[in-house]
């Protein structure tokens, strides 16, 4: 009877065991199932983010390339411009002499004044100097 008490004892010791680490396995798969969900949400905002990324970069390629083709595009009509003004000057005497006389002051201050480098700098230029007044209306 002892025996069967020990074994029952000892039976019942390995049930416990046994029921412990199955219940520490049910709460490590539940942490993990957890951790997996949060890292799935993660992933799938991750790959949103790179979804919208491409899209923008492959704007960004289709409007570099247009650029690139009306920068071109200018680059033609300037010289065939440059092209023609050269005949012009050779074939008149007149707007050879006109061409090459010297530029009024004005015009020249015009061109020393400093370059612009986008929106920024011109604001800040026009906020130094201000246009004159009573040029829009009465130039018209």
């Known amino acids: 009877m002892r025996v069967l008490v020990i074994i029952g004892l000892a039976l019942l010791a390995a049930l ?64 065939d411009r440059q092209r023609k003004f050269e005949e012009l000057k050779r074939e008149s005497k007149a707007l050879c002499r006109w061409a090459n006389t010297h530029l009024a002051d004005a015009v020249i201050r015009l061109h020393q004044r400093p370059a612009l480098a986008g929106g920024e700098s011109y604001r800040q230029l026009s906020q130094r100097h201000p246009p004159p007044a009573g040029l829009g209306s009465s130039a018209q």
């Open 16 to 79: 416990g065991v046994q029921s412990f680490r199955l219940n520490t396995a049910h709460h490590k798969i539940d942490t993990q199932q957890s951790t997996i969900a949060d890292q799935s949400k993660k992933l799938t905002q991750k790959n949103g983010q790179l979804i919208a990324l491409n899209i923008q970069m492959q704007t960004n390629r289709r409007a570099q390339t247009q650029l690139y083709a009306t920068t071109e595009q200018n680059g033609v009509l300037l010289r």
